[in-house]
């Protein structure tokens, strides 16, 4: 199993990845749990797989992270 960088050990991805079956089925991945200030944390530590993580308010007006996605990238087209 890879481990994200962003947890402190094995199991404490272990208990998140068990968390979030029960509570959403792994429909959402690690950066959606992200918080800003949990980023900031790990950036500065060099344990941010994902710095181009997004935040923004979902449905309930939590805060959720949000990766690109490749149709966010624009395409170059050449001349």
Not at 3 to 8: L, Q, R, S, Y
Not at 15 to 26: D, H, Q, T
Request: overall charge negative.
């Amino acid at each position: 199993m890879d481990i994200p960088k962003c947890f402190a050990s094995a199991r404490q991805y272990a208990n998140w990845v068990e968390a979030a079956s029960i509570g959403r089925g792994l429909t959402s991945g690690i950066c959606t749990d992200c918080t800003p200030e949990y980023q900031a944390e790990m950036l500065a530590a060099d344990r941010c797989e994902h710095p181009s993580v997004t935040f923004h308010p979902d449905e309930d007006g939590m805060i959720e992270g949000r990766r690109p996605s490749l149709r966010d990238i624009p395409i170059k087209v050449a001349a």
